[in-house]
């Protein structure tokens, strides 16, 4: 993955053989992408790059990162159970996503004809940040299948990897497993994870 900032926007994130070639999606978004990184600017946010993306900081805390896909690219927010969304435009990421947190974009000219409420909404979680308020802990939870918990019981280094995760990608690792309905099939996805959950990444990380 990338670790220079400038390399997104001219080669996209280094996480797949698309990197640096005109296939990637950061060419297909590049006027789009360039505009919204300049609103994030504008805003007053730090520029960094975290997981080979670009993300935006303000009093400590990760305000919003940017990405880019096939069909579109996106501005998500962190901490988005605080966001209030006034112009109805936060959408969830995925079908497990448990709020609205990204604004997506299909063309590259909606940046600039939304860019004063993209800045309404930065300003909104820079203030959530300096307020040092966060969202309320979800007490949502889930099962753990009985195959997680002998595999761990059986396995200790998958054990300590696992409780190293963080609640979000150990999560992401309860919803996938609890998605199988066959306990064979729970058991192939805990040996193939094996490798993932060492080295910290949730199920849908690459």
């Not at 709020?99 to 004063?116: E, G, K, Y």
Request: proline residues 5%.
């Amino acid at each position: 993955m990338i670790t220079d900032i400038e390399d997104f926007f001219s080669k996209g994130c280094g996480r797949c053989d698309r990197f640096a070639t005109s296939d990637c999606s950061t060419r297909t978004w590049e006027h789009g992408l360039s505009n919204l990184r300049q609103v994030c600017l504008a805003a007053g946010l730090s520029e960094t790059v975290k997981w080979g993306h670009p993300c935006y900081m303000h009093a400590g805390r990760n305000i919003a990162i940017i990405g880019a896909v096939r069909g579109d690219f996106r501005l998500s927010f962190f901490n988005a159970a605080l966001m209030r969304d006034p112009a109805n435009v936060l959408e969830k990421q995925g079908p497990n996503t448990r709020h609205p947190d990204m604004i997506r974009f299909t063309d590259n000219a909606a940046v600039v004809a939304l860019a004063s409420t993209i800045n309404a909404y930065l300003k909104e979680a820079m203030d959530y940040a300096e307020a040092g308020i966060k969202p309320p802990k979800d007490e949502t939870t889930l099962e753990w299948p009985e195959e997680l918990v002998e595999a761990l019981d059986a396995d200790p280094e998958l054990a300590e990897g696992f409780h190293r995760l963080t609640p979000g990608r150990q999560r992401s690792y309860l919803i996938n497993l609890n998605s199988a309905k066959k306990p064979e099939t729970r058991v192939s996805r805990i040996a193939r994870f094996r490798e993932r959950i060492l080295a910290g990444k949730g199920a849908l990380e690459r």
